[in-house]
T-cell receptor, first 110, second 114 residues
Framework: DAKTTQPTSMDCAEGRAANLPCNHS???????VYWYRQIHSQGPQYIIH???NNETNEMASLIITEDRKSSTLILPHATLRDTAVYYC???????????FGTGTSLTVIP | KAGVTQTPRYLIKTRGQQVTLSCSPI?????VSWYQQTPGQGLQFLFE???????NKGNFPGRFSGRQFSNSRSEMNVSTLELGDSALYLC?????????????FGPGTRLTVT
């Protein structure tokens, strides 16, 4: 079962930062937080993942709270091509299986 | 480097038939996972394979099965198809198992059962 809670939908103006929140209050100490996005029934695309430190790559930044019960994905300058469903996933220790929740449908508005 | 490839991309079958879907992981990746995506249930984990062995299995009936070959390519099979098996079937590959490498998904196989 999914261990995350995300808002169903969000809008963001083009060029502005998109901040997508995720709650994972039951996360265990050795479980990572992963973010993926899916554009119109294509395969999900990996964005970023982290354990407890903030992470940044060319696509996004991941901010994880000190108690690890929540995190925020930041797309620094949203474009129309960032319109997608964003999934926050807590990776269960001991395997590669992901339990997806319902995700957040992000719409970037011109 | 080529991504994850899945064949066929689209498939139409009749109730009661069986189907085999194929997944070729990214070169060098040894772990393959399968997922089913439907509008009602979202993305659900089916099973994962590493070194030709099933390592984890999701909550699906025994009609769903899979295997992995020595070259890491994987197939999944669904027998006695039901209308509810209509879905997008996604395959994901990863470098290894039980380590926090990212998974890369293929484009999926769209199965329609009539």
């Amino acid at each position: 079962d999914a261990k995350t809670t995300q808002p169903t939908s969000m809008d963001c103006a083009e060029g502005r930062a998109a901040n997508l929140p995720c709650n994972h209050s039951t996360i265990s100490g050795n479980e990572y937080v992963y973010w993926y996005r899916q554009i119109h029934s294509q395969g999900p695309q990996y964005i970023i993942h982290g354990l407890k430190n903030n992470e940044t790559n060319e696509m996004a930044s991941l901010i994880i709270t000190e108690d690890r019960k929540s995190s925020t994905l930041i797309l620094p300058h949203a474009t129309l091509r960032d319109t997608a469903v964003y999934y926050c996933i807590v990776r269960v220790a001991g395997g590669n299986q992901f339990y997806f929740g319902t995700g957040t449908s992000l719409t970037v508005i011109p | 480097k080529a991504g994850v490839t899945q064949t066929p991309r689209y498939l139409i079958k009749t109730r009661g038939q069986q189907v085999t879907l194929s997944c070729s992981p990214i070169s060098g990746h040894r772990s393959v996972s399968w997922y089913q995506q439907t509008p009602g249930q979202g993305l659900q984990f089916l099973f994962e394979y590493f070194s030709e062995t099933q390592r984890n299995k999701g909550n699906f009936p025994g009609r769903f099965s899979g295997r992995q070959f020595s070259n890491s390519r994987s197939e999944m099979n669904v027998s006695t198809l039901e209308l509810g098996d209509s879905a997008l079937y996604l395959c994901a590959s990863s470098l290894a198992w039980q380590q926090n490498y990212e998974q890369y998904f293929g484009p999926g196989t769209r199965l329609t059962v009539t």
